[in-house]
């Protein structure tokens, strides 16, 4: 693909990812596609991974709410994926960093995960030790990581530290994924921050709705949101309460211009199904 191409498909990105052209043009591949799902085999599964942690919560919640990190769905957090990494831009990086590599044994997060190396209160560069796959959490709007890294944080485990007992039964404790399973779970993943430019749909980082629809009334459980977002192999089903609507994610996932490549969508009398190839995604209302 031609320069002139990659930068066509940035800036068609941008209008509804929200990142800066900088930061979507990082992200663009070697064809003619907007990137969110072109991803290294292990960068995938530790996408898919992270949905689980996001989108569980609440007593309806499947085991991974224990984790917290969905509290992260209430921070202002602009999502950037690239093949090799995902990253995320906050404004508060440090808290960002903090709700997913672990402080010790008491205070578990996203399985396996360990700061590799930060820039204090700037930028911090994650590795998933389980996958190898890495997750950038920076304040820059550019996506970028500048200045020179170190581990010097008490508050978050580093590469140094193995994993803990505990992690590895949760890690063990997750069920299979098909592979195109995981780029559906990825797919809810990277797109938690995102809005068409038509305003058809809007994720609002799942706390809010930017469309600012139903004369601005908060849905139903919108201050304590239940969610649950599980399934095993090829089948899977996500329900929620409060942001955002139900049909606003299956249009995500099935946009023309920025959904998953080959994902059908399907409304049924419960809410919609997106399938891709083999494998589905049940959305209920």
Request: hydrophobic fraction near 40%.
């Amino acid at each position: 693909m031609s320069n002139s191409g990659k930068k066509q498909a940035a800036r068609s990105r941008m209008k509804y990812s929200g990142e800066l052209y900088e930061a979507a043009l990082a992200g663009i591949p070697n064809d003619r596609t907007h990137g969110l799902d072109s991803c290294a085999p292990r960068q995938r599964q530790l996408n898919a991974i992270l949905a689980l942690g996001l989108f569980n919560r609440g007593d309806e919640g499947a085991p991974p709410k224990r984790w917290t990190i969905n509290a992260l769905t209430w921070y202002t957090i602009k999502v950037s994926p690239r093949w090799n990494r995902l990253v995320f831009i906050a404004d508060a990086p440090m808290n960002v960093a903090q709700y997913l590599v672990p402080s010790s044994e008491n205070f578990l997060r996203v399985p396996g995960m360990r700061l590799k190396g930060g820039v204090f209160g700037s930028a911090y560069v994650l590795e998933h030790v389980p996958t190898g796959a890495q997750l950038v959490v920076t304040g820059r709007s550019s996506g970028k990581v500048t200045g020179r890294l170190s581990t010097t944080d008490l508050r978050m485990l580093s590469l140094d530290t193995p994993l803990l007992p505990e992690e590895k039964r949760l890690y063990a404790a997750l069920p299979a994924m098909a592979d195109d399973a995981q780029t559906l779970l990825a797919g809810i993943a990277v797109r938690m921050s995102m809005a068409d430019p038509a305003r058809r749909w809007a994720t609002g980082n799942w706390y809010w709705d930017p469309l600012e629809r139903m004369g601005h009334a908060e849905v139903e459980g919108y201050s304590d949101p239940q969610r649950r977002l599980w399934g095993e192999g090829d089948e899977w089903e996500a329900q929620w309460t409060g942001y955002p609507y139900a049909q606003d994610v299956a249009f995500a996932l099935t946009d023309p211009a920025i959904g998953v490549r080959g994902a059908k969508l399907s409304t049924r009398r419960r809410g919609y199904e997106v399938s891709l190839k083999g494998s589905v995604l049940k959305i209920r209302r």
